[in-house]
């Protein structure tokens, strides 16, 4: 069975530094990576994903990951934060068609 | 065009009381998804449509929980009688069926939150 943790249920940064919100997963078959972003409100919206191919994926928003399977790790990073980013994040995989296991979600609070 | 909408947007009842949970899926898309994810836990599967055809049920905690998708439109959530442990929110999502599962983005719901006291 798949799984995934997000090490950190909150992270506070400032406005204009850089941020990384860490995902681990754990799967015995191949794995495609999701991170999803959920504003107040609202429903998830895709940020980026991770099926094939180059290791660095680049979303919107500024956001990208890298996919590093040696670490089963798929970590969503972002250079410089803004008030707007502050939101709560999700890690998912799928192994066929959107049947996902999200992490447990990170919170993200950009401080003025 | 319009997203997935769900109704209703909040919902709260009491033990026992059923409710009926609605969700339209984007205009064509014949993959429809419900998650749900209780108070600070994971976003879990519950259930997963193609058409009216349920593909995979295996996410639904127990049979007080019935999901129909007739005519392949929209979907109801059924949970009869609703439990403290029912709370939480849940999303409804929708894709277009491809080839390949994640040509398609999956689009979600705002998500209904059902509060059973």
């Known amino acids: 069975a798949q799984s995934v943790t997000q090490l950190d249920s909150q992270v506070p940064v400032f406005e204009e530094a850089p941020v990384e919100l860490r995902c681990n997963y754990s799967?015995?078959?191949?794995?495609?990576l999701f991170w999803y972003v959920q504003y107040p409100n609202q429903g998830l919206q895709l940020l980026l994903k991770?099926?094939?191919?180059?290791?660095l994926v680049k979303g919107i928003n500024g956001f990208e990951a890298e996919f590093n399977k040696s670490q089963t790790s798929f970590h969503l990073r972002k250079p410089s934060v803004h008030i707007s980013d502050t939101a709560e994040y999700f890690c998912?995989?799928?192994?066929?068609?959107?049947?996902?296991?999200f992490g447990k979600g990170t919170l993200l609070t950009v401080n003025p | 065009e319009a997203g997935v909408t769900q109704f209703p947007s909040h919902s709260v009842i009491e033990k026992g009381q059923t409710v009926t949970l609605r969700c339209d899926p984007i205009?064509?898309?014949?993959?429809l998804y419900w998650y749900r994810r209780v108070m600070g836990k994971e976003i879990k599967f519950l259930l997963h449509?193609?058409?009216?055809?349920?593909?995979?049920e295996s996410g639904m905690p127990n049979n007080r929980f019935l999901a129909e998708r007739t005519g392949g439109t929209y979907s109801t959530l059924k949970v009869q009688p609703a439990e403290l442990e029912d709370s939480g929110v849940y999303f409804c999502?929708?894709?277009?069926?491809?080839?390949?599962?994640?040509?398609?983005?999956?689009?979600f719901g705002n998500g209904t939150r059902l509060t059973v006291t």
């Open positions: 998912a995989s799928g192994g066929s068609n959107y049947k996902l296991t």
């Open positions: 799967s015995s078959v191949s794995v495609y």
């Open positions: 991770y099926l094939s191919g180059s290791t």
């Open positions: 999502a929708s894709s277009q069926l491809t080839g390949s599962s994640y040509n398609s983005p999956l689009h």
């Open positions: 205009s064509g898309h014949d993959n």
């Open positions: 449509f193609v058409k009216e055809s349920k593909q995979d």
